[in-house]
């Protein structure tokens, strides 16, 4: 096709990874908005992950089990102390951050996390997210199997024309769509090209990783999607609809969702806004927090009952931003490198990954045009 072509596809794809990281780094701002437990628990996971890296690297180098286990304890800590955080009168309040000041937070991690060396804190910090990963599916399918929910959310809703509140247009393309990591984007062909090789020992372990991920990433898929169904409808639309529809009180929310079909009274929904430890559940979009609820509603079923729900809440929280931010992480890097191949063509050094400006200077472009987005909202 010649270089022309070549560098034409590589902008297109370029742009599209910017729109996914923006999205993806849109959904932990909308989770941890306004939510200072969260906020910390998931901040707490920078410094964790970090000393980690240095475990492994300097103080106990190849003591793999022994960092996991002192990860995960820290991790469970770091939970139970974000509850401390935001009962705090002094520390509450300063970890109770905008959408706007988290979207600036993200910029600054992004550019961060992806000049430093790879084991310093990508590779514990997606070390480390495994485990969460893992237990957190696993311990939401039992607890499915123990409780068995109903699932509330008809089959069909009102808004099967298209002129719904949380979404509105025809089903096709927008479902495949949302799921742009995988089916339209090739994000999972960018990664497992650039960074998963470099975490490999041999290649042996590719139809593993790679064929189990895809496995693993469907029954995630499943877990979710029950999650939210189990949901009373009329918390589902309150979670996921604009202020600009629903209003920014639980009064105007349950009216609002009221003419939809689906009811629920302005107590209830503040009620459970209080089970969860927040101070609000309303218009907040994204998909995480209403997975959060919704495993929330069910693992208190098995452990702690209503008393475990601000637990349960934060911890899913904690799952998913971990999920995505270590998805953020390789995002940015790879388009670094597709950044710092474009430079090259006007100066071939800048194609050099082991050129410390060229690092610097790709990074920043790539936060600045993911953060714009984000910013923007």
């Given at each position: 096709m010649g270089p022309i072509p070549g560098i034409i596809a590589q902008v297109g794809v370029l742009m599209i990874m910017v729109i996914i990281l923006?999205?993806?780094?849109?959904?932990?701002?909308?989770?941890?908005?306004?939510?200072?437990?969260?906020?910390?628990?998931?901040a707490a996971t920078i410094p964790i992950a970090i000393f980690m890296g240095l475990y492994t690297r300097y103080l106990r180098?190849?003591?793999v089990g022994e960092v996991s286990v002192?990860?995960?304890?820290?991790?469970?800590?770091?939970?139970?102390?974000?509850?401390?955080?935001?009962?705090?009168?002094?520390?509450?309040?300063?970890f109770t951050l905008s959408g706007t000041t988290l979207?600036?937070?993200m910029m600054a991690y992004g550019f961060i996390a992806s000049v430093i060396p790879v084991w310093l804190l990508l590779a514990p910090r997606d070390y480390l997210s495994t485990f969460l990963k893992i237990g957190a599916i696993l311990a939401l399918a039992v607890g499915i199997l123990i409780v068995r929910p109903h699932i509330q959310m008809p089959a069909i809703t009102p808004f099967i024309d298209g002129s719904g509140p949380v979404f509105s247009g025809a089903l096709f393309p927008f479902l495949f769509i949302t799921i742009a990591c995988g089916a339209v984007s090739g994000f999972h062909a960018l990664i497992s090209s650039g960074t998963t090789p470099k975490l490999l020992e041999n290649e042996n372990q590719i139809p593993l990783i790679g064929y189990g991920a895809m496995l693993c990433e469907s029954f995630v898929a499943i877990m979710a999607l029950i999650a939210a169904t189990v949901l009373d409808p009329a918390v589902y639309f309150a979670m996921n609809s604009p202020v600009a529809v629903i209003g920014d009180n639980a009064v105007s929310a349950a009216a609002a969702v009221a003419?939809?079909?689906?009811h629920i009274t302005p107590a209830a929904l503040e009620q459970l806004a209080r089970d969860v430890g927040e101070h609000s559940i309303l218009s907040r979009a994204g998909g995480a927090p209403t997975l959060a609820v919704g495993m929330a509603h069910i693992l208190s079923g098995?452990?702690?009952?209503?008393?475990?729900?601000?637990?349960w809440y934060h911890f899913a929280i904690?799952?998913?931003?971990?999920?995505?931010?270590?998805?953020?992480?390789?995002?940015?890097r790879v388009c670094r490198f597709m950044i710092q191949d474009l430079l090259g063509v006007a100066v071939p050094r800048m194609r050099e990954t082991r050129s410390w400006v060229g690092n610097v200077l790709a990074t920043a472009l790539t936060v600045g045009l993911w953060g714009y987005f984000l910013y923007a909202g």
């Amino acid at each position: 096709m010649g270089p022309i072509p070549g560098i034409i596809a590589q902008v297109g794809v370029l742009m599209i990874m910017v729109i996914i990281l923006a999205v993806l780094a849109l959904v932990v701002v909308k989770a941890l908005a306004e939510s200072p437990w969260g906020t910390f628990t998931v901040a707490a996971t920078i410094p964790i992950a970090i000393f980690m890296g240095l475990y492994t690297r300097y103080l106990r180098p190849g003591r793999v089990g022994e960092v996991s286990v002192i990860g995960v304890v820290l991790l469970i800590l770091a939970i139970i102390g974000g509850g401390q955080i935001a009962a705090d009168p002094v520390w509450g309040p300063a970890f109770t951050l905008s959408g706007t000041t988290l979207a600036l937070a993200m910029m600054a991690y992004g550019f961060i996390a992806s000049v430093i060396p790879v084991w310093l804190l990508l590779a514990p910090r997606d070390y480390l997210s495994t485990f969460l990963k893992i237990g957190a599916i696993l311990a939401l399918a039992v607890g499915i199997l123990i409780v068995r929910p109903h699932i509330q959310m008809p089959a069909i809703t009102p808004f099967i024309d298209g002129s719904g509140p949380v979404f509105s247009g025809a089903l096709f393309p927008f479902l495949f769509i949302t799921i742009a990591c995988g089916a339209v984007s090739g994000f999972h062909a960018l990664i497992s090209s650039g960074t998963t090789p470099k975490l490999l020992e041999n290649e042996n372990q590719i139809p593993l990783i790679g064929y189990g991920a895809m496995l693993c990433e469907s029954f995630v898929a499943i877990m979710a999607l029950i999650a939210a169904t189990v949901l009373d409808p009329a918390v589902y639309f309150a979670m996921n609809s604009p202020v600009a529809v629903i209003g920014d009180n639980a009064v105007s929310a349950a009216a609002a969702v009221a003419q939809w079909g689906f009811h629920i009274t302005p107590a209830a929904l503040e009620q459970l806004a209080r089970d969860v430890g927040e101070h609000s559940i309303l218009s907040r979009a994204g998909g995480a927090p209403t997975l959060a609820v919704g495993m929330a509603h069910i693992l208190s079923g098995v452990i702690g009952g209503k008393a475990m729900m601000a637990f349960w809440y934060h911890f899913a929280i904690l799952f998913e931003a971990l999920f995505i931010l270590t998805t953020v992480d390789a995002g940015t890097r790879v388009c670094r490198f597709m950044i710092q191949d474009l430079l090259g063509v006007a100066v071939p050094r800048m194609r050099e990954t082991r050129s410390w400006v060229g690092n610097v200077l790709a990074t920043a472009l790539t936060v600045g045009l993911w953060g714009y987005f984000l910013y923007a909202g």
